[in-house]
């Protein structure tokens, strides 16, 4: 959708309905930060003097993997404890800009173009750097100098998928997560937004898929495509994992449980969505829910 709408927008107030901040296809990009030009020797001089910290090179590994953050998100895991309304957070995250270990993306929507929207971090030119002269770890089209076209409904995928990771680990014992997990059953491949497992407190290790659904072009075709294909799958390998579905709104949760019941996989179904993750001052422990005659019934897994 951002590709389709003409820059030249001169509308003092909004003309478009509003969308859900992760989940809008009016989003575009205004700016990233300029690339840095450090080469390595310098990079390792400022590690070994410790003017780049092992946590900023596990903020590093962090994004190589989650691939975009927000400055809350990454608040809450690398400053545990830190007030996130002062200045210590930010001068860090700028320092980390300098050297290159981070870049910054801002962005705005055609909805509302006036309006301020929390920008994204991503791994930057010394970051990249980093993790293949230190870790071995090589970024490929991931790197920032050699990115492939990227919308900004899959960055905003990624940070509600992050969200909900944060949200896990505060709430529950998170024993595994890996994103884009490949399926397979015969000649067919699904891949989920992700694969988790958390423990009881009796250690029972209980497996999940997730899959994070935005407004994208024939979405609901994918849901019915990639529930027919889990509930075949499922029953192939004899896996009770339980699916969760992350969605922007009630309203997309409904429509996606219809679908999802008339595939028969309702039972092992259940769903989130964002408005439940950014209400979730105790963690989403009572957050999760499922659709009974019409109505959200909510667990409690406290």
């Not at 050699?146 to 990771?165: G, P």
Request: net charge positive.
């Amino acid at each position: 959708m951002e590709l389709h709408v003409s820059p030249i927008n001169e509308a003092n107030d909004p003309v478009l309905k509003s969308k859900p901040t992760w989940d809008d296809p009016y989003a575009f990009i205004d700016s990233f930060t300029p690339l840095t030009r450090h080469d390595y020797f310098y990079i390792e001089t400022k590690i070994e003097n410790g003017w780049i910290t092992n946590r900023d090179i596990e903020i590093v590994r962090f994004l190589s993997v989650h691939r975009w953050l927000t400055l809350s998100q990454l608040t809450n895991l690398f400053f545990p404890g830190v007030d996130s309304a002062g200045t210590a957070i930010r001068n860090r995250v700028n320092k980390l800009q300098k050297y290159g270990l981070l870049r910054k993306i801002k962005w705005s929507s055609h909805t509302n173009i006036r309006e301020n929207k929390p920008s994204l971090y991503e791994i930057g030119a010394s970051g990249a750097d980093i993790l293949k002269y230190r870790l071995g770890v090589f970024l490929g089209s991931r790197d920032p100098r050699k990115q492939k076209e990227i919308t900004m409904l899959f960055r905003q995928k990624y940070i509600a998928t992050n969200e909900f990771y944060i949200q896990l680990r505060s709430s529950f014992n998170l024993n595994y997560f890996e994103f884009h997990p490949v399926l397979v059953n015969k000649e067919v491949q699904v891949v989920p937004t992700a694969r988790f497992i958390l423990s009881n407190p009796a250690g029972k290790q209980i497996p999940f898929f997730l899959f994070c659904y935005r407004e994208e072009e024939k979405w609901l075709k994918t849901i019915r495509f990639q529930t027919n294909f889990i509930k075949s799958y499922l029953a192939l390998e004899g896996n009770a994992a339980t699916i969760v579905v992350l969605t922007s709104t009630d309203e997309k949760a409904q429509i996606a449980n219809k679908i999802i019941d008339q595939e028969g996989l309702g039972g092992q179904t259940w769903f989130i969505t964002d408005e439940e993750l950014r209400n979730s001052m105790d963690g989403i422990t009572k957050s999760f829910f499922v659709f009974q005659n019409g109505q959200k019934t909510y667990f409690d897994l406290g």
